[in-house]
């Protein structure tokens, strides 16, 4: 991580006057051309095909998926299909568009093609049938993340189709397993197992894109640089219980929850990046409101408590400023006529970029401040989280071509406060981008939730600009 390097966020976008920094999007085409009418079927087949844990295949559209690049020309040499005999349903694909030159690293596009289970009677419609309808396509997937797949996927056909030969080497890996932290993640075993495979000098993932104003005007773009690490602790109190006719006050259930409110009233102490800190000077100035004008103030002096203040009301500010330990899961006693021996609850933190996770548990325990409790780590999601740069040959042609597309937005760079799978490359030299393009409403759009959507007129869009920088960085 360069600490010391800065470059100069957003100015060209900045300078046009606040007025014009909200657009209204292009319009969906009308009538769609023949390239746009086979995305439109390529992407619905990915989401119609069901790839959640439960009752899923990812094996099954990475077989779909390879049907279609050998028709657009890929060689078996170019397709490699991996899978573990545990796992024969969360199997992968990746291909590889060979460069012409000799000393240009690969660039590396990587997205899950694995979802979030759906409960079908909860939803509106069916989840597993893309429905287009009010200027979005509904369905599990449209927005995490087979909208990205899909035009990664179209890219590397129309590319094989055109005859277009990059100068520098393009891969795809489309993999499992992001969506779980149990079950077999594809990107994890590429890194420690064919890492050579997937070797490049960046990598395109999700998490960047942007957020409308709810209707329907883009107003800011972000470029996803870094992320937390998430990490769960089991804190936990024992004790020798007894009957519950006489009850006492040494009782594991009174000290875990009393535990549990000491965590919750406590902050973490603020940290920022490269990217934090541009993230809240750009956004902040595209707000043009009083949180904006904190956004901006506190980019510039963190130690500025009132702006911090403002900022600790949003939970996604709170979030970007430091590590975050929530409680999520309880237990405790074993009959309702007896004193509790036991009592657990499970923390799950996501930690700030840089700060270890032994570090975390022996913070925790700080707070609890109960040495009759023990504090432990008991998972991962992965390595720690390693900030990749913000590296003018990535952010500038993002930032070039995002002017062209959509004039006056500017774009921010972003550090998640969740988790994609960049992390798993990152711990192997791979700085990971989430680029803009594709973007949402700032509900959400129901990811991960009931009735997910994707703005049809960001799927075109973002199509356009995506395969369009996908060129500029392959040279």
Known sequence: MRLGHRIVFGAAALAVPLAASAQVAPAPPSTLRPDQQAFRALYQEMVETDTSITTGSCTALADKV????????????????????????????????????????????????????????????????MVEENGYFYGRGTSDMKAMDAIWVDSMIRFKQSGYTPKRTIKLALTCGEETSWAFNGVKWLA???????????????????????????????????????????????????????????????????????????????????????????AGKARGDAMGAAMVKFAADPTDHAAEALLNSDKSYHSMLRTTCVATLLDGGHANNALPQRAGVNINCRIFPGVSSDAVRATLATVVADPR??????????????????????????????????????????????????????AIGIPSYGPPGLYGDPDGNGAHGLNERAIVKAVYSGRDYLYDLIKVYAG
């Open 192 to 282: 420690e197992n064919k890492p050579d495979l997937i070797a490049a000098e960046f990598a395109l993932n999700e998490g960047g894109g942007g957020r409308t104003d709810g209707k329907g005007r883009l107003v800011i773009a972000n470029m996803h640089v870094g992320e937390k690490a998430a990490v769960n602790y089991r804190i936990e109190a024992t004790n020798p219980g007894g009957h519950s006719s006489a009850p006492v006050r040494d009782n594991a259930i009174y000290e875990l929850a009393d535990a549990i409110g000491r965590i919750r009233d406590y902050d973490f102490p603020v940290q920022m990046t490269d990217t934090t800190r541009a993230y809240f000077r750009v």
């Open 373 to 426: 409790m023990t504090v432990k780590q008991v998972d991962d999601r992965g390595p720690a989280a390693v900030p990749p740069p913000l590296d003018p040959k990535i952010v500038g042609p993002a930032e070039k071509l995002l002017a062209r597309y959509y004039p006056g937005v500017p774009l921010a760079p972003l550090m998640s406060t969740g988790a994609t799978d960049g992390i798993y490359l990152e």
């Open 66 to 129: 390879e049907g279609r690049l050998k028709a657009a020309g890929y060689t078996d040499a170019a397709i490699t299909r991996f899978a573990v005999p545990d796992h024969p349903k969360e199997g992968g694909i990746v291909v590889v568009l060979p460069g012409s030159s000799k000393t240009m690293k690969p660039m590396l596009m990587i997205g899950h093609i694995d979802v979030v289970v759906a409960k079908a009677e909860d939803w509106t419609r069916d989840p597993y049938k």
